[in-house]
């Protein structure tokens, strides 16, 4: 009988959903990551934190993950705040952008037509490894955590790759795919060259709460420094919920040697230098949690695909977060 396994190496969100897809539809998949499985108490612990960062969701990747169940799991969770609106501004005023749909626009309570929604990474790997562990997928799907994989080899087109784990134990699939992100393993080894941009910029990422709710609107100003998202967050506690839609994640694009320097600061100058600069489009900011920084850079495989070998995420293309629409 042919040989119709797949091996995927990466179980980020894109590995994993792939993993899903393919198992459901009862194809032999072997999903194996370097990093060890989270047990119930370590995932209530990732969960009960804000993350700063989230994933913008297009329409389009959120039926995907409608498709595999996960998105309900997401839904039921709270854990997601959908944007009807984007608002796109200049601060010297030349020109300012607003499309969408508003509850305004729906005087007998109807929702507005949603946009997309942004889910922070840990609710959407959550979902996906609930999804990972049911039965309907079991039969089918073979899950290695906590597993580095040391060595590649093909076999030929009619046999593919055997892959060896650093325990020694040995895997054949005819199809392997590369889901191991930016610094790919996968990519490295099939010699799989890529072509690389430095920005020369570093992004500021935080979670702040605005004196003036945000109202499902996401907002990006360009400014001669940079861009500035302010991205809607999903209201966690009883006490956001009381008073929803003013927590939102920030991602602040400036030249590296500014951001460096800003980062450095005490987080309430952060809080009050990022309020000037969305021009008080909010309010002024009155917490501030989980800054981080991380260079801008963009690169791509020279080619997504090799005999018995695809590439997929960020193996194959890691894009600026302005372009990265889910």
């Not at 929604?117 to 609930?130: D, G, K, R, T």
Request: net charge negative; proline share 4%; glycine share 6%.
């Amino acid at each position: 009988m042919k040989n119709n396994h797949t091996l995927i190496i990466g179980s980020g969100i894109v590995g994993a959903t792939l993993a899903l897809k393919l198992a459901q539809a009862k194809m032999p998949v072997t999903l194996i990551d370097a990093r060890p499985a989270r047990d119930d108490s370590e995932w209530q612990q990732m969960l009960g934190k804000r993350d700063a960062r989230v994933y913008a969701l297009s329409l389009a990747s959120i039926n995907l993950l409608k498709d595999v169940g996960v998105w309900q799991k997401i839904a039921a969770s709270e854990r997601k705040a959908d944007y009807s609106q984007m608002q796109v501004w200049q601060l010297n005023g030349m020109g300012e952008l607003l499309f969408g749909d508003s509850v305004d626009n729906h005087p007998n309570s109807h929702l507005p037509q949603m946009l997309g929604s942004m889910v922070e990474p840990a609710v959407i790997e959550h979902a996906l490894w609930q999804c990972l562990y049911e039965d309907d997928v079991s039969d089918y799907l073979t899950i290695i955590a906590g597993q580095k994989v040391t060595n590649m080899d093909w076999l030929g087109a009619e046999q593919g790759y055997r892959v060896t784990l650093d325990d020694h134990t040995a895997i054949d699939a005819m199809l392997l795919v590369g889901a191991d992100g930016r610094g790919s393993f996968v990519r490295q080894q099939a010699a799989i060259g890529l072509d690389t941009l430095d920005y020369k910029q570093t992004a500021i990422c935080c979670a702040i709460y605005t004196e003036k709710p945000h109202q499902a609107t996401a907002r990006q100003a360009m400014l001669p420094t940079g861009t500035l998202a302010l991205l809607p967050l999903a209201d966690i506690t009883d006490a956001d919920k009381a008073n929803p839609q003013h927590w939102q994640s920030i991602v602040w694009t400036l030249p590296r040697n500014q951001a460096l320097a800003l980062i450095e600061e005490d987080a309430r100058v952060i809080a009050d230098k990022l309020a000037a600069a969305s021009n008080y489009e909010l309010g002024a900011i009155t917490q501030i949690e989980s800054i981080a920084s991380f260079p801008l850079t963009a690169q791509q495989a020279k080619s997504y695909v090799a005999d018995n070998l695809v590439l997929i995420g960020d193996a194959a293309h890691g894009v600026h977060p302005l372009a990265g629409q889910g």
